[in-house]
């Protein structure tokens, strides 16, 4: 039996390895995990900022867009980076204390700090660049990104113990979650949606962590169909299905 | 310092379900090397994994007393993008120990000279073995669970090998699978011979070979 420390161990040196295997491999590794986002918030605020016709009472166009693309590619980049953590890492389940959820959860940690230094930088340059920084609330800020980074999680894990039995799992998935960002108010507000379309909107848990995050930062955002339970009840479902996928998981697995 | 009770492991096939260990029950005896005979595919492998805890068993218990390491192997447990410098640090972490210290050791056992610092990936197997014995070395088991792994190299690794287990004799034991009748005799005082899922004991690795070449 394994103490919570051996797992804490565990979990800390895969982090690093990850840190290492995901960035390392040349010196520009760390700069590239900040480029990416930056080249996908540049270009959709300089869409919207020629071609929309957003209104966006109070709210910067750059930081409106992180605080979109931000918690989104959180929710992304983690469920496929834990829907792969098995396949990727078969060799290190060879030491009997390192599982297949210690995979998840360092892949999910490496995810969640990545993106919360983007965040940072950019919602932190927006407000240098005003001469401002007035937040409604950095509980409520920080609690949406997590609430982002544990649905990718959570959704990751489901897909990790199911891409043990078919291999479609890791090729399906992602290509059914690229349309996604066209349904979860990434470049506008929930509430500029007219109302029958709206309901239909917030029956996706991201959009609920993505208003959260809005709603902490700006002061004075209306997020008035935001229910944090829903996406925390999501998460709660798939963890549960996840973790004992993974247990199942674990016994099928060929250790080569 | 294990002991095993009713242990029994099937893999699926296309042509049904093959049982690899049948109901396998052995208290492997302490400070004792013991050797595991068996012809290739005929579960071996699987029973050292099992021994270590990488693979679990279809059904029966399984009691460690004592630290037990991982199965050591030409195959897994390193990432081929990593040196192995970094591998080193990898494992010294997860079982605690003294990372400093595991690489130096294992740098002076392993003799991979500039090779430390190249990615695993470039290896051959004959380097990835001596990696994966100087890394096990590195770090202190009370059963060091060996995987054909010294049969390879060159004579002086080898010996090497050999005496690595002889100063540590009184402290910890290796059980030794291989298909290879001479490994068993370098280091092995008992010896048991794995056959369609069950597991002869013998109490000296003659009468072990006798049957098992009669097999």
Redesign the interface.
């Known amino acids: 039996m394994r103490g919570s420390l051996?797992q804490l161990?565990?979990v800390?040196?895969?982090l690093?390895?990850e840190t290492?295997?995901r960035f390392g491999?040349n010196q520009l590794g760390y700069l590239w995990a900040i480029i990416e986002p930056t080249l996908w918030i540049g270009m959709f605020a300089l869409f919207y900022g020629s071609y929309g016709h957003m209104s966006l009472p109070g709210m910067n166009l750059v930081a409106f867009i992180t605080t979109g693309i931000v918690p989104f590619s959180l929710f992304r980049e983690t469920a496929a980076r834990c829907m792969s953590a098995i396949a990727a890492?078969?060799?290190?389940?060879?030491?009997?204390?390192?599982r297949p959820i210690d995979l998840v959860i360092a892949r999910a940690v490496l995810e969640f700090a990545t993106h919360l230094l983007v965040g940072a930088l950019f919602l932190g340059g927006v407000a240098l660049y005003l001469g401002v920084l007035n937040i409604e609330s950095w509980l409520g800020t920080l609690s949406g990104l997590a609430l982002a980074g544990a649905l990718g999680t959570s959704f990751g894990l489901v897909c990790c113990g199911l891409s043990v039995y078919s291999s479609n799992v890791e090729r399906l998935f992602p290509t059914l979650l690229r349309p996604l960002i066209w349904f979860s108010a990434v470049f506008h507000p929930a509430e500029s949606v007219p109302k029958g379309l709206r309901d239909l909107l917030m029956l996706n848990p991201l959009v609920h962590a993505i208003e959260m995050m809005r709603n902490g930062w700006f002061p004075g955002y209306h997020a008035r169909s935001l229910d944090p339970w829903y996406p925390l009840a999501w998460i709660l479902v798939m963890l549960f299905l996840g973790l004992n996928l993974e247990r199942i998981a674990?016994?099928r697995?060929?250790?080569? | 310092m294990i002991d095993l009770d009713k242990i029994s492991k099937a893999y699926p096939t296309r042509t049904g379900s093959n049982l690899v260990l049948d109901s396998v029950s052995f208290s492997f005896p302490p400070h004792t090397n013991v050797g595991i005979l068996g012809k290739n595919g005929s579960g071996k492998s699987t029973l050292l994994r099992i021994l270590a805890g990488t693979e679990e068993a279809d059904s029966g218990t399984i009691r460690r007393r004592g630290t037990v390491s991982w199965p050591i192997g030409f195959s897994g447990g390193f990432s081929g993008s990593l040196n192995a410098e970094e591998n080193c640090r990898f494992v010294a972490r997860i079982y605690g120990a003294d990372v400093d210290d595991v690489v130096g050791f294992t740098m002076e056992f392993a003799e991979l000279g500039d090779y430390f610092y190249m990615p695993v990936k470039t290896y051959s197997s004959g380097m990835r073995a001596r990696l994966a014995f100087g890394l096990s070395m590195a770090i202190e088991f009370d059963a060091y669970l060996v995987d054909e792994v010294t049969a390879v190299g060159d004579s002086n690794f080898q010996l090497k090998c050999r005496k690595a287990f002889e100063e540590r004799s009184g402290r910890s034991s290796v059980i030794i699978v291989s298909h290879h009748i001479g490994t068993v005799k370098d280091y092995c005082q008992r010896c048991a011979v794995l056959q369609k899922g069950r597991l002869h004991y013998f109490d000296s690795v003659d009468e072990a070979e006798r049957f098992y070449e009669a097999a």
Request: glycine share 4%.
């Open positions: 051996t161990n565990v800390y040196a895969l690093l390895r290492k295997t491999v890492n078969t060799g290190l389940l060879f030491y009997p204390q390192v674990r016994r697995l060929e250790i080569a």
